[in-house]
T-cell receptor, first 113, second 114 residues
Framework: DGGITQSPKYLFRKEGQNVTLSCEQN?????MYWYRQDPGQGLRLIYY???????QKGDIAEGYSVSREKKESFPLTVTSAQKNPTAFYLC????????????FGQGTRLTVV | AQSVTQLDSQVPVFEEAPVELRCNYS??????LFWYVQYPNQGLQLLLK??????LVKGINGFEAEFNKSQTSFHLRKPSVHISDTAEYFC????????????FGAGTRLFVKA
């Protein structure tokens, strides 16, 4: 079955550590996105990529980094520079073209301990 | 720039009653419009979308939405809700040209009571 897989589902990080969230898709989509979800704030865009080896900052990119070395994969690293990383992180993908919806993974809940 | 306002953060409703979740958007360019649903601790899934044509759009699970260009609204409706409709609902817009970022509203939590 085609879809988007995020791992792990739950992740705990000590302060000062970098952690990497995995996102893999087998939908053959060109575009991939990372969102952060906090209660009452909807989804905020962290980074997005419309093609391999290229990505752009979203609205809240500070403290995060990404790579897009393969079409199927778009990992997100939450660095120690991110001051408030505890949140629910969602990865999504879509075909190129504006008339298509985004397909989402099941999310990763990151907690700083 | 685009923005999306969901007018109610929470909507409690009794089972089998009708419901309307309100969404207004702002954009200087033409946009596509979407409604997504999110069940607890899961990702989002598409309910319905408006691309063009008829302003009344039907989606999954008995939901429908009406695009009103003059009022820049895209309200979601269901004539009779079930307990299983309890979830968070997000309205979203995407500009038709010049980039395909999706902008989401803050979400409306629908709580269906028995």
């Amino acid at each position: 079955d085609g879809g988007i897989t995020q791992s792990p589902k739950y992740l705990f990080r000590k302060e000062g550590q970098n952690v990497t969230l995995s996102c893999e898709q087998n939908l053959n989509h060109d575009a991939m996105y990372w969102y952060r979800q906090d209660p009452g704030q909807g989804l905020r865009l962290i980074y997005y990529s419309h093609i391999v080896n290229d990505f752009q900052k979203g609205d809240i990119a500070e403290g995060y980094s990404v790579s897009r070395e393969k079409k199927e994969s778009f990992p997100l690293t939450v660095t120690s520079a991110q001051k408030n990383p505890t949140a629910f992180y969602l990865c999504a993908s879509s075909r190129q073209g504006g008339d298509t919806e985004a397909f989402f993974g099941q999310g990763t809940r990151l907690t700083v301990v | 720039a685009q923005s999306v306002t969901q007018l109610d953060s929470q909507v409690p409703v009794f089972e089998e009653a009708p419901v309307e979740l309100r969404c207004n958007y702002s954009s200087s360019v033409s946009v596509y419009l979407f409604w997504y649903v999110q069940y607890p601790n899961q990702g989002l899934q598409l309910l319905l979308k408006y691309l063009s044509g008829s302003t009344l759009v039907k989606g999954i699970n008995g939901f429908e939405a009406e695009f009103n260009k003059s009022q820049t609204s895209f309200h979601l409706r269901k004539p009779s809700v079930h307990i299983s409709d309890t979830a968070e609902y997000f309205c979203a817009v995407m500009r038709r040209t010049g980039g395909f970022k999706t902008i989401f509203g803050a979400g409306t939590r629908l709580f269906v009571k028995a």
